[in-house]
Nanobody, 123 residues
Protein backbone atom coordinates (compact mmCIF):
# COMPACT_ATOMS: atom_id res chain seq x y z
CA UNK A 1 0.00 0.00 0.00
CA UNK A 2 0.91 3.64 -0.42
CA UNK A 3 1.22 5.55 2.83
CA UNK A 4 0.68 9.29 2.81
CA UNK A 5 1.62 11.78 5.52
CA UNK A 6 0.64 15.45 5.34
CA UNK A 7 2.46 18.29 7.08
CA UNK A 8 2.83 22.05 6.93
CA UNK A 9 -0.51 23.12 8.34
CA UNK A 10 -0.88 25.78 10.99
CA UNK A 11 -2.49 29.05 12.06
CA UNK A 12 -2.13 32.00 9.70
CA UNK A 13 -3.81 35.33 9.07
CA UNK A 14 -5.96 36.49 6.18
CA UNK A 15 -3.84 36.99 3.08
CA UNK A 16 -0.93 34.86 4.28
CA UNK A 17 0.69 31.99 2.43
CA UNK A 18 1.29 28.41 3.49
CA UNK A 19 2.89 25.37 1.87
CA UNK A 20 1.56 21.89 2.55
CA UNK A 21 3.57 18.71 2.06
CA UNK A 22 2.48 15.17 1.34
CA UNK A 23 5.15 12.52 1.79
CA UNK A 24 4.38 9.25 0.00
CA UNK A 25 5.91 5.84 0.33
CA UNK A 26 6.98 3.11 -2.05
CA UNK A 27 8.41 2.53 -5.47
CA UNK A 28 5.01 2.96 -7.11
CA UNK A 29 4.42 6.54 -6.01
CA UNK A 30 4.82 7.79 -9.57
CA UNK A 31 2.05 5.43 -10.75
CA UNK A 32 -0.60 7.41 -8.91
CA UNK A 33 -2.37 10.62 -9.65
CA UNK A 34 -2.43 12.77 -6.53
CA UNK A 35 -5.10 14.99 -5.11
CA UNK A 36 -5.72 17.41 -2.27
CA UNK A 37 -9.08 17.53 -0.51
CA UNK A 38 -10.28 19.49 2.48
CA UNK A 39 -13.01 19.19 5.08
CA UNK A 40 -14.24 21.91 7.40
CA UNK A 41 -16.03 21.07 10.67
CA UNK A 42 -19.58 19.96 9.97
CA UNK A 43 -19.03 20.10 6.22
CA UNK A 44 -18.56 17.49 3.53
CA UNK A 45 -15.15 16.78 2.11
CA UNK A 46 -14.47 18.78 -1.04
CA UNK A 47 -12.02 18.57 -3.89
CA UNK A 48 -9.22 21.15 -3.93
CA UNK A 49 -6.62 20.20 -6.55
CA UNK A 50 -5.13 17.25 -8.42
CA UNK A 51 -2.08 16.44 -10.50
CA UNK A 52 -1.42 13.61 -12.95
CA UNK A 53 1.19 10.90 -12.49
CA UNK A 54 4.15 12.76 -13.95
CA UNK A 55 2.65 16.20 -14.38
CA UNK A 56 2.42 18.89 -15.46
CA UNK A 57 -1.36 18.65 -15.90
CA UNK A 58 -3.30 20.00 -12.96
CA UNK A 59 -6.92 20.55 -11.96
CA UNK A 60 -8.27 23.03 -9.43
CA UNK A 61 -11.54 23.75 -7.72
CA UNK A 62 -12.97 27.11 -8.73
CA UNK A 63 -12.71 28.33 -5.14
CA UNK A 64 -8.91 28.05 -5.12
CA UNK A 65 -8.02 28.62 -8.76
CA UNK A 66 -5.40 31.34 -9.10
CA UNK A 67 -4.45 31.11 -5.42
CA UNK A 68 -3.32 27.50 -4.91
CA UNK A 69 -0.72 25.53 -6.85
CA UNK A 70 -0.27 21.76 -6.73
CA UNK A 71 3.04 20.21 -7.75
CA UNK A 72 4.97 16.98 -7.28
CA UNK A 73 8.51 15.68 -7.16
CA UNK A 74 8.43 11.96 -7.86
CA UNK A 75 12.12 11.57 -7.08
CA UNK A 76 11.34 12.74 -3.55
CA UNK A 77 7.94 10.99 -3.32
CA UNK A 78 6.42 14.31 -2.38
CA UNK A 79 3.39 16.35 -3.42
CA UNK A 80 3.03 20.02 -2.54
CA UNK A 81 0.18 22.46 -2.20
CA UNK A 82 1.25 26.09 -2.26
CA UNK A 83 -1.55 28.23 -0.84
CA UNK A 84 -1.49 31.99 -1.32
CA UNK A 85 -3.92 34.76 -0.42
CA UNK A 86 -5.54 32.58 2.21
CA UNK A 87 -9.07 33.34 3.35
CA UNK A 88 -10.98 32.30 6.49
CA UNK A 89 -13.11 30.02 4.32
CA UNK A 90 -9.97 28.03 3.52
CA UNK A 91 -9.93 26.83 7.12
CA UNK A 92 -10.16 23.02 7.07
CA UNK A 93 -8.32 19.78 7.52
CA UNK A 94 -6.43 19.15 4.30
CA UNK A 95 -6.00 15.58 3.07
CA UNK A 96 -3.61 14.16 0.53
CA UNK A 97 -4.88 11.26 -1.60
CA UNK A 98 -3.55 8.88 -4.25
CA UNK A 99 -5.50 7.31 -7.12
CA UNK A 100 -4.50 4.68 -9.66
CA UNK A 101 -6.93 6.02 -12.27
CA UNK A 102 -5.61 9.22 -13.84
CA UNK A 103 -9.04 10.37 -15.01
CA UNK A 104 -12.04 11.79 -13.16
CA UNK A 105 -9.71 13.26 -10.56
CA UNK A 106 -12.40 15.43 -8.99
CA UNK A 107 -13.97 12.23 -7.72
CA UNK A 108 -13.58 11.37 -4.05
CA UNK A 109 -12.93 7.73 -4.95
CA UNK A 110 -9.20 7.74 -4.33
CA UNK A 111 -7.38 4.59 -3.29
CA UNK A 112 -5.27 5.93 -0.42
CA UNK A 113 -5.65 8.80 2.02
CA UNK A 114 -3.42 10.56 4.52
CA UNK A 115 -4.46 11.54 8.04
CA UNK A 116 -4.75 15.24 7.28
CA UNK A 117 -3.18 18.49 8.42
CA UNK A 118 -5.13 21.40 9.89
CA UNK A 119 -5.05 24.83 8.29
CA UNK A 120 -6.66 27.69 10.22
CA UNK A 121 -6.96 31.17 8.70
CA UNK A 122 -7.97 33.98 11.04
CA UNK A 123 -9.92 37.01 9.86
Amino acid sequence: QVQLVESGGGLVQFGDSLRLYCAGSGRTFSNYAMGWFRQAPGKEREFVAAITRSGPYTIYADSVKGRFTISRDNAKNTVYLQMNSLKPEDTAVYYCAARVDSTLLRSGKYDYWGQGTLVTVSS
